[in-house]
């Protein structure tokens, strides 16, 4: 049977391949530590928690609730961007509520993609950018580039060779997966660009506290009129650990506001209400810097114990993540076929690059969610493979092959 069109624009899920066989490894019993998803460990904060079952007592919170988002919610949002960031934001119009940033990213996608549409987006990126606007009609066009002297270039390039005209840039910094972090100054320039050339900006920066030499990253709604054009996403899936509760926010200009809410009417009621008032309690709290100092360590750990390993890999500045160039000896391979021996010669799970993009197809993403003493399991696993098989890596062929 033909597979339905909007299926069919979607290339096979890489990290499927890699999930089957995580799940086979661990159906054999073996203990596979999973470096791979970036899936938080940690407990979301106590009084999180205790706030959502006080909630969830009255009977009242029970029934459909607000698909922006209740007005508490959006104010305590608004109250954290002029916290961190200075920038005000009017929680009625230009504020709204999401299941989390994917969700977010997604219905924004089909709120302003036409069929045939241009979007330029970074390669590699976290695969919602691309992803939502290739099913709501769109075009990527994939720009190689970090957030350096090189961006606006290739965004002028980007502009010169689209029909039609660019719609929008996709922006994510920190980066997931290249951990790269973006200056204030680099979001003066795009925004610049993006308003002389009519581009709207849609901006990720679902890792904006988790950071770790002292600099909290930018937002670029920062910049003097970047609201203007722009609308930013978050999560608190991260930041407060807590990734199933799927809580997030898109904020910023009001008239794309207007019509992702609008979109998002027809789809959901919005979140549960419980879940709604702990996220504006964990947002008018202060439980962030613990979180953040877990994952400092475990990054530090991480670099130390895989460079002694014979894995060098550079020290993430952001994010939950350490994007790891893959070994000399196995580069040929490609990350996927990498990734397969990971976890069949190594028990440890790594997400393959090229899931991200062609361009990260030299990489895998490392994620900091297993404690420190599996994170150095996870090393002396890597030691002993690349021990055994650096010598001879033609030889080294994941079994899966011969399945």
């Known amino acids: 049977m033909e597979e339905f069109h909007k299926v069919r624009r979607l290339p096979p899920y890489v990290f499927e391949q890699v999930n089957r066989l995580k799940a086979s490894a661990r159906s054999r019993g073996a203990d596979i530590i999973d470096l791979g998803m970036g899936n938080p460990d940690l407990p979301t904060p106590k009084a999180i928690v205790d706030k959502l079952c006080e909630v969830v007592r009255d009977p009242r919170t029970h029934r459909y609730s607000s698909s922006r988002g209740i007005p508490g919610l959006r104010r305590a949002q608004a ?43 970074p390669n590699p990126t976290y695969p919602i950018h691309a992803f939502g606007f290739i099913m709501s009609g769109g075009v990527i066009r994939s720009l190689q580039v970090e957030p350096d002297d090189g961006f606006i270039p290739a965004l002028e390039r980007g502009v010169r060779h689209s029909i039609p005209k660019p719609l929008a840039l996709i922006l994510n910094y920190p980066s997931n997966p290249t951990a790269l ?45 970047a609201i203007d054009v722009c609308v930013e996403f978050t999560s608190m899936s991260k930041t407060f650990s807590m990734p199933g ?22 789809l959901d ?109 996870a090393a002396r696993n890597i030691k002993r493979f690349l021990s055994t098989s650096a010598k001879q890596p033609n030889n080294v062929v994941p079994l899966s092959a011969h399945r």
């Not at 109250?79 to 219905?107: I, M």
């Not at 679902?206 to 910049?223: K, R, T």
């Not at 509760?245 to 027809?266: C, D, P």
Request: charged share 20%; hydrophobic share 45%.
């Open 79 to 121: 109250a954290y961007y002029q916290r961190r960031f200075g920038v005000k934001l009017n929680p009625d119009t230009q504020v709204v509520a999401t299941l989390g940033s994917k969700e977010g990213f997604a219905n924004m996608a089909q709120a302003i993609t036409a069929p045939g549409d241009v979007i330029l987006c």
């Open 181 to 225: 972090v973006a200056s204030l100054d680099f979001y003066k320039d795009v925004v610049a660009f993006a308003k002389k050339n009519d581009i709207i900006i849609l901006s990720d920066l679902a890792y904006s506290e988790i950071y770790f030499d002292g600099n909290p990253p930018p937002s670029v709604l920062q910049v003097p009129g």
């Open 245 to 266: 509760w799927r809580m997030g926010f898109a904020v910023g200009n009001e008239r794309l506001i207007s019509a992702l809410t609008r979109v998002k009417s027809y």
């Open 269 to 377: 009621y919005g979140a549960f209400t419980p879940i709604q008032v702990a996220a504006a309690h964990a947002l008018n709290g202060d439980e962030i810097a613990e979180v953040r100092e877990v994952y400092h360590k475990r990054r530090d750990v991480m670099v130390d114990s895989f460079g002694r390993a014979g894995w060098n890999i550079p020290a993430p500045a952001a994010s939950m993540f350490a994007w790891a160039p893959i070994p000399e000896p196995f580069k040929h391979l490609g990350s996927l076929e990498f990734s397969k021996l990971l976890i069949e010669h190594a028990d440890v799970a790594v997400a393959p690059g090229v899931g991200f993009g062609e361009h990260g197809d030299d990489f895998v993403r490392l994620a900091l969610v297993e404690n420190e003493h599996r994170i150095r399991q």
